[in-house]
């Protein structure tokens, strides 16, 4: 009976922890409920911003101030879409953000609210299916020192 | 017996945690540039009547001038035995951005030959439209710069437009 047991004990353990990271990932996560983030280009007149799936990339390119203001104010808009697998659009997501890296010179306001390295909710139950669009403002006081400006945002989305 | 059964229960509800776990992904959105520095000239105020101050390009209306007539707002009109003189002052701000510059050279050229008998002057120094004149070599950043101005007509001048335009150029130091 012991050995019967342990032989179960031994089947159900190998059926619950696979021995592969990849298949622990699929056995954490259903298919119909793998979520993904995808970044979406708004609005025409701005081409700085450059989406591939979940990857976005915002060229600045040469910032200049002008005018008398103590800092140059930048505002970009971009939109954020989250997807499940096999299409379905149904229920939500919470989405999170937080300032990975950032050289200093600038700083970075996410929807009006200030990016740090903590996370902080973005929207608790964005629609799944939907573009969300965000709004990254990007100020540069007149002290900071001239250079490049690099700084990378990382976003999560967890199914609720 | 029972402790086995306990064991295998555990194992069995860990599977099933395991599976119930939220679904996450990640994205990056990367952020790159250049800031680079610069600086800001205006024209903070001039004598008469003066359009486009705190810009850096102002417009200063005398009017009809004369020897013997009144001095144009904002100036004072001295009479000389074979010319006369309106002065006043010009004054010019330049302001810094993403620099370390601590100070700035600031140089003034007419945009044309000033009419015949008729001298354009800042600072004591007489304009020409050929060659660019040192105003400043120590400008503060920041704060404005009044600078003495001077038109000196002569009495053989004719009677015509004096019309000219100043050219400020502010270079960091």
Redesign the interface.
């Known amino acids: 009976m012991k050995r019967m047991m342990t032989a179960v004990l031994v089947l159900l353990v190998a059926a619950v922890l696979p021995v592969r990271a990849e298949e622990r990932r699929r056995a954490a996560a259903p298919l119909d409920d793998v979520l993904s983030i995808v970044f979406v280009e708004v609005g025409s007149s701005d081409e700085s911003l450059k989406a591939a799936g979940s990857e976005a990339w915002l060229d600045l390119n040469a910032v200049t101030h002008e005018g008398t203001a103590r800092s140059t104010r930048l505002r970009r808009r971009f939109g954020i879409r989250i997807e499940r697998a096999g299409n379905a659009t149904a229920g939500t997501a919470g989405i999170v953000a937080r300032l990975e890296s950032w050289d200093g010179r600038a700083t970075y306001r996410l929807d009006g609210r200030s990016l740090t390295a903590a996370p902080f909710i973005v929207d608790a139950h964005a629609a799944v299916g939907t573009v969300t669009v965000h709004t990254l403002d990007i100020e540069i006081p007149i002290e900071a020192a001239a250079g490049p400006l690099s700084a990378s945002v990382a976003w999560e989305v967890n199914s609720n | 017996?029972k402790k086995?059964?306990g064991?295998?229960a555990a194992?069995?509800m860990?599977?099933f945690a395991?599976?119930a776990?939220?679904?996450?992904?990640?994205?990056?959105?990367?952020?790159?540039?250049?800031?680079?520095?610069?600086i800001?000239l205006?024209i903070e105020s001039a004598g008469g009547t003066t359009s486009g101050t705190g810009t850096a390009a102002a417009t200063s209306d005398l009017g009809n001038i004369s020897k013997f007539g009144s001095a144009p707002t904002g100036f004072t009109l001295a009479r000389g035995a074979s010319n006369w003189t309106l002065s006043s002052t010009v004054g010019v701000q330049v302001?810094?951005?993403?620099?370390?510059s601590t100070d700035y050279t600031l140089t003034a050229q007419l945009g044309s030959a000033p009419a015949s008998g008729v001298a354009w002057k800042l600072n004591g120094s007489t304009l020409s439209d050929s060659a660019a004149t040192t105003l400043t070599s120590t400008g503060t950043y920041g704060s404005t710069g009044s600078y003495s101005w001077d038109i000196v007509v002569a009495d053989s001048a004719a009677a015509a437009a004096i019309d000219n335009a100043i050219n400020f150029t502010a270079t960091s130091n």
């Open positions: 017996m086995m059964f064991v295998s194992v069995v860990l599977a395991s599976v776990s939220a679904a996450t992904s990640s994205g990056t959105l990367t952020v790159t540039g250049t800031v680079e520095s610069s800001n205006t302001d810094k951005a993403n620099l370390t």
